[in-house]
């Protein structure tokens, strides 16, 4: 059963509720055995941390930032700041010095917590131009502190500071007099020009979505929780806080890249994840059951026409399935399917929320024909995440994104603009009056930017404003949506889809190198280097052929018409993706502006 609280005293409620139930499941960092934290532990170790801020001197609603990793002790600091109305600022890990510097110096933080070294690193370089940064405290006790760095700290240093029993009297007054007009959190986007925006985010926009979101997920405290996008993500933090309010285990992943290994070590019952994770999913199964006997090939198709009629063609409109069809279906199930979820790690499958980007149809078919619940849903970081997804008891369409939460309402403006309004709505942008006022309607509506309608209860989105090109012929192209289309081959890693004035489609084509390294091996191809690799025409034939096959149901004005093969990746060292994955088009259009007008020629 849901506790509903402010997340001040959520933990301190938790443990009197669960005691030694296992509250959160980690690695230290560097470390290779998953521990387990009790709620009665969770509990005394934010106490811990809220005391220890205190002592720090931090006051009430004063910022602090978090600049890490998922970890355990990030989650402690959260809970501790919110413990004494602090309002906590996390970074993401791979956050430039410039882009730190400006949320520092915006945010006027004092106090920095840090995980690895790399940040560390970066934040210590910060402090000496950052007019507030007074101390950083480091979370992994491997970081090297460098000597002429006297203000530094270790993590657990900093907990014992408050261990003399002087600031509980201090820390349970702000508890009491803790309000849902506190802020929780300055979550600043990323976004794809200029300095990023901090979205503020109340304590009474987080109890509302908890209310919200508890009568359209069906969590519990068996639940099982793991941690995949960075708690820094709107879409993680909302949802973790969401799960430890049902009293589920949070399965905390450090490292992004582990989070294969970590379903497979861990067996979580849901995680939340953005689209490109599925896509991956998605090419990854198909490139083995290519390589496969023909046999088993023919039985994992056939299995998946079953799956669709079984979990598409009838669950998903709210019918029973024919008795023929259930049996047929346990069958595909028992001998492919449960076979598909174990090499994943997804045994106890319970369901996915995915959101972020466009959901490819073709892949959220899939996952569904598996017999994974991937429950589509759409939000913002202004809107703390959800606005609408699908629901498990519900009908549900492929396509859609899903049915809107209760307390949210939606209107239109006449572009089509989805315009937002109700209490888990930012109420603006800190020490931005100026996007504040063009943010919102006259009547307190917050603009989305991205175009969309309702059909049978559930929303729709048809293009994202912002982002939509115009041809030198008169034709709209939404790229992200062209893009979804090509994500799904196996040998296809990023694309960037270029249109606006131009009279006709192009792209940026990342490829999956090992893959293309494979297929040249095959066919004979040599090389000498990724450049000669991605230039070869025999090579580019091959993506060729398969970008026509994948876009037949394309507009012939939204079709690639030529495409590039990049030698290396987009970065976000190299300014030319955002922390959230999301493709900085006017960075490419720029960087690979000869790139580009080559293919005009």
């Given amino acids: 059963m849901q506790t509903l609280s402010h997340l001040s005293v959520l933990i301190d409620l938790q443990a009197k509720k669960y005691s030694d139930r296992t509250a959160l499941e980690y690695k230290d960092f560097g470390g290779k055995e998953w521990k387990k934290v009790s709620w009665n532990e969770f509990a005394k170790q934010t106490r811990r941390a809220s005391m220890a801020m205190l002592a720090l001197g931090v006051g009430i609603q004063e910022k602090i930032g978090i600049f890490s990793q998922n970890s355990l002790q990030y989650v402690y600091t959260d809970f501790g700041a919110w413990g004494i109305r602090a309002c906590s600022v996390p970074f993401y890990a791979t956050t430039s010095e410039e882009t730190i510097a400006f949320m520092v110096n915006d945010s006027h933080i004092r106090f920095v917590f840090c995980g690895e070294q790399e940040q560390y690193d970066k934040a210590l370089r910060v402090q000496h131009l950052s007019h ?123 490292n992004p890249h582990d989070v294969q290994d970590s379903m497979r070590e861990t067996h979580p019952t849901c995680m939340c994840a953005v689209p490109r994770f599925w896509e991956k999913v998605y090419s990854g199964v198909f490139e083995k059951i290519e390589k496969a006997p023909s046999m088993k090939q023919k039985l994992f198709m056939h299995a998946l026409e079953v799956g669709k009629k079984h979990n598409i063609d009838y669950l998903s409109k709210g019918k029973k399935p024919p008795l023929t069809l259930r049996l047929e279906y346990g069958m595909m199930d028992k001998m492919v399917f449960s076979l598909v979820r174990k090499q994943l790690g997804l045994e106890n499958a319970h369901f996915f929320p995915t959101a972020g980007s466009f959901v490819s149809p073709k892949v959220e078919e899939f996952v569904h024909s598996i017999g994974i619940f991937m429950m589509v849903g759409y939000g913002l970081t202004e809107s703390l995440a959800t606005v609408s997804n699908d629901h498990l008891s519900k009908p549900y369409t492929i396509g859609s994104i899903g049915r809107p939460i209760e307390s949210i309402d939606i209107k239109f403006s006449e572009e089509g603009e989805i315009l937002l309004k109700g209490p888990t709505i930012t109420q603006g942008y800190y020490n931005r009056p100026d996007l504040n006022e063009t943010s919102f309607t006259k009547d307190g509506y917050f603009k989305t930017g991205d175009v969309g309608y309702l059909k049978d209860g559930e929303l729709y989105i048809t293009e994202r404003i912002k982002d939509l090109f115009k041809t030198s012929n008169g034709k709209y192209i939404a790229p992200q949506m062209v893009e979804s289309k090509i994500l799904v081959d196996k040998y296809v890693e990023q694309i960037a889809v270029v249109a606006d004035q131009r009279k006709y489609v192009s792209a940026l084509i990342v490829p999956t190198y090992h893959l293309l390294e494979e297929y040249a091996a095959e066919k004979g191809i040599k090389y000498s280097s990724r450049e000669e690799l991605v230039a070869n025409k025999q090579i580019n034939d091959m993506i060729a052929e398969r970008i026509e096959t994948l876009q037949q149901s394309l507009a012939g004005y939204e079709q690639i018409k030529r495409f590039t093969l990049m030698p290396q990746p987009f970065s976000m060292e190299k300014g030319e993706i955002t922390n959230t994955l999301k493709i900085k088009r006017n960075v490419l259009n720029t960087r690979y502006a000869d790139v580009i007008e080559a293919m005009y020629q």
């Fill in 132 to 254: 507030s940064l007074e101390k950083i405290i480091v979370y992994d006790k491997r970081v090297i502190i460098s000597t002429h760095d006297p203000s530094s700290m270790y993590f657990d240093d900093f907990l014992c500071m408050g261990d003399s029993g002087r600031y509980e009297g201090r820390m349970e007054e702000l508890k009491a007099s803790a309000t849902f007009e506190d802020l929780a959190c300055i979550l600043y986007t990323s976004g794809t020009t200029g300095n990023p925006k901090g979205v503020m985010l109340s304590q009474g926009q987080f109890h509302a979505a908890f209310i919200d979101n508890h009568k359209g997920l069906e969590l519990s405290e068996e639940d099982r929780i793991l941690n995949f996008l960075p708690f820094t993500h709107i879409f993680e933090k909302g949802w973790s806080l969401m799960a430890l309010t049902e009293g589920a285990t949070l399965i905390i992943n450090t």
